[in-house]
Structures are given as C-alpha cells and as structure tokens.
C-alpha cells in the first residue's frame, strides 16, 4: 500500500488493452499503466479526481484511448473522462455515472449511465435514477435507448448485435438489442437461488460468471443457453 510507483492506495478499477494493464486508484486520481509482467510503466493524474469526495467507479480502453467513470459528490469532478495517447485528459459529458462496456470485435466503448447528480434542500449528491445505453463516438456520449428506470447497470458485455447488462438493482442479466428492444433474462433470482450477494460480472469464451459474495458462490452462464 502507498503512493510510489507501481502501488496502490484503494484500486478501484482495472482494464487491459493489447499494450497495457490499467489500474485506477478510488481517490487519488492516479491511473497507472503496467506491461503483462506487472512492471510499471506510467501514470496519468487526474486532478479532478484527487478528492476524499470522489469513487471512481469503472475505466475501459479502446486500444487508442483510455476512459474512466467517477462518481462523487461534487458535481463538479463526477463524469466520464478520456485520456488520449498523449495523455491528455478531459472531461467527456455532463454528469453521467456508470459503467463501460467494449465490443470486443470493434473495440468500440459503450457507457451505461446507472446514476444521476441531485439537489434539493440542503441535500446533494447522486442516486440511482434515470439509466441508459449510450455509444462513445469521437469523444462524446451520444445516447442508443433508455433503460428501466432505476435499473443500476453495473456492468456492460457486447458481442455482435446483441447487448448484455447486468442491473445491480434487480440482480439478473438481461439481453437487448441495439435499439433497446429487450430480448431475453439470462440470469436472475429465482426460488431455489437467492443472490441478492451478485456484484460482480466477467464474460469469456461465450460463459457469464457471475460473484455472490453473499453465498461465497460462483454462477456461471452460457450465452448460447
């Protein structure tokens, strides 16, 4: 633990590309770039994000450019922020919160935005609310379909035409196509399986796993099933 190069104070996030591993710290507004022997490489600092009151919540790469999501409760710092491959960076959108998602076969990135910034009274900050599916396109969101409302997508697998997000809210792994029409739940809570403990997805070779840490159990998923 600590702040040098190569460790990590609260890793949050982590990625990979053909050239890199990307690890995020939660507040400290450090990404570091390691090879696949885990040497470090690099790192780029997001002021913006070197804050007690920032989560950094997802980071995804397309091979040429790197994409982080924040969450916080300074509506100035939350959002989707590019760093380009001069190590660049700027801050993409309003105040979207969510998660990535790359098209293995395009390497294109798509951001599911699972929660909105709010203020009322003397209250702010943000909260599940309005989700949707959007495309990153030449550095800007631009918005595919609408998701339920409150549907905390909290993880995004693409492949061909089809869509598959996991909602943190409701625990199941629905499929959708690309204009947002819903085609079928792949994974969900059911009688005999109680996993309300779901947090986490990974997807390969055509197998959803899914993390309970609940139930200390490991679900596994074909796509094709």
Do not use: H, W
Not at 52 to 81: F, Q
Not at 193 to 201: D, P, Y
């Amino acid at each position: 633990m600590g702040n040098g190069e190569g460790e990590f104070d609260a890793p949050a996030a982590i990625t990979t590309d053909e050239q890199y591993i990307y690890v995020a710290g939660e507040k400290d507004g450090r990404i570091q770039f390691f090879d696949f022997d885990g040497n470090y490489q690099k790192e780029v600092y997001i002021e913006e994000l070197d804050d007690i009151s920032v989560r950094i919540l997802d980071v995804e790469s397309d091979g040429t450019n790197l994409y982080v999501s924040a969450g916080s409760m300074d509506e100035k710092r939350l959002g989707v922020y590019l760093i380009d491959q001069n190590d660049n960076v700027k801050k993409i959108g309003k105040t979207e919160i969510g998660c990535f998602g790359r098209n293995i076969k395009t390497n294109e990135i798509y951001f599911a935005n699972a929660y909105e910034y709010f203020e009322k009274d003397d209250m702010f900050g943000y909260q599940g609310g309005k989700s949707f599916l959007a495309r990153i396109t030449d550095g800007k969101l631009k918005r595919m379909f609408l998701l339920p409302e409150g549907y905390l997508p909290a993880k995004l697998y693409i492949e061909d035409d089809k869509i598959y997000i996991f909602s943190e809210a409701l625990m199941e792994v629905d499929v959708f196509d690309y204009s947002g029409n819903y085609i079928e739940t792949l994974f969900a809570e059911t009688a005999e399986t109680e996993n309300r403990g779901v947090s986490c997805m990974a997807v390969r070779d055509n197998v959803i796993y899914l993390s309970d840490t609940e139930n200390n159990l490991i679900y596994k998923v074909g796509l094709n099933e």
